[in-house]
């Protein structure tokens, strides 16, 4: 199919800048080029990628406030971290992969597009401690809340907000998580998915202590 006729393409791309246009077409071509060999996206989300994946990031890189640096954790084909890189070359940006062929994607995408971010390889609970704090932790399709909030507890309790675009789970997501961590989220609706919801996690205050067993009598 012709780039100008790929399903919410044109939609997309008229709510950016031509440099941000620029930027997300290549990003675009080289995912395709890859796929074949690295399965960065599950095939069946090919026909939609403008909407299932560009649009979806596009919207997490809008909630990122005026901060200065962003980690996204889990990056894989780059989604949310390098449409984040095209959308605010403002940023200083890490990208946090476990997969090592998706890291050598990350990076050679990067590299085409002309994004200056850095790639991790690595396990989020490892790679985070060692990294400075960040102004926005984000992470899509990745873990359940809690995980995720157990993963970036580091960055968090530097004062990190969290993004985390979540499906039409999310409720019982975040009832999980507030039994066993102490945060404010917000709940955000999704502009992509009327179902979806993005958590906005701040205030984070580390895992609640669990009560003492009640005293033999």
Same mark, same amino acid.
């Given at each position: 199919m012709p780039p100008d006729r790929e399903a919410g393409r044109a939609e997309v791309l008229a709510a950016v800048s031509r440099e941000t246009a620029e930027r997300l077409d290549i990003l675009v071509a080289e995912l395709k080029r890859w796929q074949a060999i690295r399965n960065l996206v599950a095939k069946s989300t090919l026909p939609v990628l403008w909407t299932r994946h560009i649009a979806d990031s596009l919207q997490v890189a809008t909630l990122g406030g005026d901060g200065a640096s962003w980690i996204d954790v889990g990056s894989g084909g780059g989604f949310p971290g390098l449409v984040v890189a095209a959308a605010r070359p403002d940023l200083a940006l890490h990208l946090v992969e476990s997969d090592a062929r998706k890291c050598a994607f990350l990076r050679h995408a990067a590299r085409a597009a002309g994004l200056a971010v850095r790639v991790h390889e690595g396990r989020a609970d490892a790679v985070l401690p060692g990294l400075d704090r960040?102004?926005?932790? /984000?992470a899509r399709a990745v873990a359940e809340l809690s995980d995720l909030l157990a993963m970036?507890?580091?960055?968090?309790?530097?004062g990190a907000v969290g993004l985390f675009p979540k499906g039409r789970g999310y409720a019982a997501e975040l009832t999980r998580a507030e039994q066993g961590w102490r945060f404010t989220a917000d709940v955000l609706p999704s502009r992509t998915d009327p179902e979806a919801?993005?958590?906005?996690?701040?205030?984070?205050?580390?895992?609640?202590?669990?009560?003492?067993?009640? /005293?033999?009598t």
């Amino acid at each position: 199919m012709p780039p100008d006729r790929e399903a919410g393409r044109a939609e997309v791309l008229a709510a950016v800048s031509r440099e941000t246009a620029e930027r997300l077409d290549i990003l675009v071509a080289e995912l395709k080029r890859w796929q074949a060999i690295r399965n960065l996206v599950a095939k069946s989300t090919l026909p939609v990628l403008w909407t299932r994946h560009i649009a979806d990031s596009l919207q997490v890189a809008t909630l990122g406030g005026d901060g200065a640096s962003w980690i996204d954790v889990g990056s894989g084909g780059g989604f949310p971290g390098l449409v984040v890189a095209a959308a605010r070359p403002d940023l200083a940006l890490h990208l946090v992969e476990s997969d090592a062929r998706k890291c050598a994607f990350l990076r050679h995408a990067a590299r085409a597009a002309g994004l200056a971010v850095r790639v991790h390889e690595g396990r989020a609970d490892a790679v985070l401690p060692g990294l400075d704090r960040a102004d926005t932790l /984000s992470a899509r399709a990745v873990a359940e809340l809690s995980d995720l909030l157990a993963m970036g507890e580091s960055m968090l309790m530097k004062g990190a907000v969290g993004l985390f675009p979540k499906g039409r789970g999310y409720a019982a997501e975040l009832t999980r998580a507030e039994q066993g961590w102490r945060f404010t989220a917000d709940v955000l609706p999704s502009r992509t998915d009327p179902e979806a919801r993005i958590l906005r996690i701040r205030d984070f205050a580390g895992r609640r202590i669990p009560p003492l067993p009640a /005293s033999p009598t």
